[in-house]
């Protein structure tokens, strides 16, 4: 048992203190929170632009909405991520994070837009008539009744979608970011370790996706406070 534990521990100071190679993990874990939080900010935005374009009655409109979900969910992320870096941002100067966070906003947002259709069309009918009724346009009653009612129904697909995102971003090293699966593949690579390097990823990334699940689940029942059960 003894011996046992001396290997344990010497193999995990070897792949986490020797040289200080924690410190690859903690900036692997500022480049997956970094990348995560503007992607789903773009999807977000993009989802909500292209669930319009799918709910709207201009067939010109509903096939570009079509057209970009057919194409997106069609095609795997990682070749999205290595089509927009090395061909469509290929001479353009930006910094490497927020080009792997366009790409996978690119990607979120036409999962989004479903999310979004379908919290808008789970809110009744009446509701949109009862906005008409009352002389407002059909902008205004969008944006000001049934909206604000579908984020609820919308929120807990919208987490989960956020969380998904957070596992994709391990990708990203394909690029040459160095994000939190990245930096154990360099530790692995350094100490011809694989078990210590690969547990440490888990488990990191499942104290982000736990403290992420506990915040939402949070926000989630503030949101629900107004409701009579």
């Not at 910094?95 to 979004?116: D, L, M």
Request: positive net charge; hydrophobic residues 50%; glycine residues 8%.
């Amino acid at each position: 048992m003894a011996l046992w534990w001396a290997n344990v521990t010497g193999t995990f100071e070897r792949c986490f203190i020797y040289q200080d190679r924690y410190k690859l993990l903690l900036s692997g874990i500022g480049v997956t929170i970094k990348v995560s939080l503007l992607a789903i900010t773009i999807g977000i935005v993009i989802g909500f632009l292209i669930a319009l374009c799918n709910l709207s009655k201009n067939k010109g409109l509903n096939v570009i909405g079509k057209v970009y979900t057919d194409v997106i969910r069609g095609t795997p992320s990682v070749t999205q991520l290595m089509i927009i870096y090395f061909v469509i941002f290929a001479t353009i100067n930006w910094s490497k994070w927020i080009i792997a966070a366009i790409a996978f906003g690119i990607n979120s947002g036409a999962y989004v837009s479903e999310i979004i259709r379908a919290g808008i069309l789970s809110i009744d009918r009446g509701q949109t008539e009862a906005g008409r009724s009352l002389g407002l346009s059909a902008r205004q009653t969008m944006m000001s009744i049934v909206v604000p009612q579908a984020v609820k129904n919308i929120f807990p697909a919208l987490g989960n979608e956020f969380i998904t995102l957070i596992k994709e971003t391990a990708i990203v090293g394909y690029v040459g970011l160095m994000d939190i699966q990245k930096a154990g593949d360099f530790i692995k690579s350094a100490t011809y370790e694989a078990f210590m390097p690969l547990m440490g990823t888990a488990v990191i990334y499942f104290v982000l996706i736990k403290l992420l699940t506990l915040a939402l689940g949070r926000y989630e029942k503030h949101l629900r406070k107004s409701e009579i059960r």
